[in-house]
């Protein structure tokens, strides 16, 4: 069993976006919420959004993906999903294979990793 203590804190959540010069026109512009640069590349365009310690993640997906006809990527860092901070990813790696839930972990090479919900939204656990 897993504490509920492991869990900190809410690092971002992300949203799917079509036009990535609207979607910064209306979160930064008419908003006001400061964008942040620091984003890595990721092989798709996007943006992060800074709201005190969280963060919005926009991303830019292909129309194919944005509504996918065979069901959400199998990747959840690739689609929409929330992510949170956690003190160890191991912990929940196991229980996740303990209870035949798939993941997968961080492509980018972060201590991270990536499933589903029984309703298919996305999570992120990232260890600090």
Known sequence: ??????????HHGSLIVKDLSAALDFYCRILGIQQNRSRPEMGFDGAWLDIGAQQIHLLKLPRTEFYPQNGPPEHAGRDRHLAIHVQNVDNIKTSLEHHDIAFTMSRSGRK????????GNGLEFIQV
Request: proline share 6%; net charge neutral; hydrophobic share 45%.
């Open 1 to 10: 069993m897993i504490k509920s203590s492991n869990y900190i804190a809410l």
């Open 112 to 119: 991270a990793l990536f499933c589903r919900d029984p309703d």
